[in-house]
């Protein structure tokens, strides 16, 4: 399992700590900062779920016209992660 530490950008969310295993599922997703509630239950939905299918289902989700999100900047946390273990 490989952990990961993400710095989210124009959300209040600060930053998304997250592992993904050798199958590629998601594990302990954490927020720092944001919508506590909202947050921790993103954080519950997508434990052990298949990270790829995680990033495509929250892309583009929008809060109040900001053009993204926390669940938007978790996708693209989970986006770059996955690029990185194709790469490596």
Do not use: W
């Not at 993400?6 to 600060?14: I, L, N």
């Not at 053009?67 to 996708?75: E, I, M, P």
């Amino acid at each position: 399992m490989k952990n990961y530490s993400y710095q989210p950008q124009g959300v209040c969310s600060k930053q998304i700590d997250f592992s993904i295993d050798d199958a590629g599922k998601l594990h302990d997703v954490q927020f720092t900062g944001g919508c506590p509630g909202n947050l921790a239950a993103i954080s519950k939905l997508v434990e052990g779920a298949d990270a790829a299918n995680i990033a495509a289902m929250l892309k583009g989700n929008d809060c109040r016209g900001r053009g993204t999100s926390c669940a938007d900047q978790l996708s693209k946390a989970l986006n770059e992660a996955l690029a990185e273990v194709k790469g490596a």
